[in-house]
């Protein structure tokens, strides 16, 4: 259960920054994010995970850093706060909701992770890839065609390479996950994360989708240590 407070939780990734103010959600560009435009608070709770996100060390903010444990959610790393806080956070976010069977965690952002958790709670690791934006940023020489298409093959470059690197993503995520489930055939699937759009529509597995795990994940855990 989600506490009503006047804290502030900040999710600070790669390309967009969100934050929450009493059970509202807001995101902007971390380029153009500003503490000044914040309501007063008596404390932030930060999890960062951008080297271009600027701190103001003027206020009462917690920098939450991944821990060998929440509960009996373990992390698997062996220096625990080496694994992203935004995955540690979504993942206390799904213990706490799906205490019952295994899960696997996809977060689709600029860069994609794959986390895989048992019902007893430890966290048996995952992966990182890029996305589908930072991979077509990449080669700013390809134009890409805004009609997206899975199958087939392109008559232009627009096309190929829109074909290709879609094909890219959405073919590792499939192949992984039929993979997992192989091991893990009762394990639910979630997803999160601002790349979700894009792919959804060629997700070939059962899942469910909550765009502001971190978020949650970060009152959660705040709520807990208080």
């Known amino acids: 259960m989600l ?19 009493q059970g509202r959600y807001y995101e902007i560009s971390t380029s ?14 930060l999890s960062n ?6 701190i103001n060390n003027d206020l009462d903010i917690f920098i939450v850093k991944s821990e060998a444990n929440y509960k009996s959610l373990t992390n698997s790393y062996k220096e625990p706060h080496l694994l992203g806080s935004d995955r540690w956070l979504a993942m206390v976010a799904l213990y706490e909701l799906n205490q019952s069977k295994d899960f696997i965690l996809i977060d ?15 966290h048996l690791g995952g992966l990182i890839f890029p996305g589908l934006a930072k991979i077509r940023g990449g080669f700013d020489i390809f134009p890409i065609s805004f009609k997206e298409k899975i199958t087939g093959v ?11 690197t879609l094909n890219l993503v959405v073919n590792t995520i499939n192949y992984k996950i039929r993979e997992l489930k192989n091991e893990l055939p009762d394990a639910v699937i979630f997803l999160t994360g601002g790349g979700y759009s894009g792919v959804q529509n060629f997700i070939d597995f059962n ?13 959660l855990y705040a709520d807990n240590v208080g």
């Open 207 to 219: 899942h469910h989708f909550y765009e502001h795990l971190v978020l949650d994940g970060l009152e």
């Open 49 to 54: 995970v951008s080297s271009e996100f600027i």
């Open 32 to 45: 153009m994010f500003d503490f000044e435009k914040l309501p007063h608070t008596k404390k932030i709770w």
């Open 3 to 21: 506490s009503m407070n006047n804290y502030i939780y900040i999710d600070a990734g790669n390309s967009r920054t969100k934050w929450k103010i």
């Open 154 to 164: 392109g008559q232009s470059t627009e096309e190929c390479w829109s074909i290709g």
């Open 108 to 122: 689709i952002g600029t860069a994609i992770t794959i986390d895989i958790v048992k019902k007893s709670g430890v």
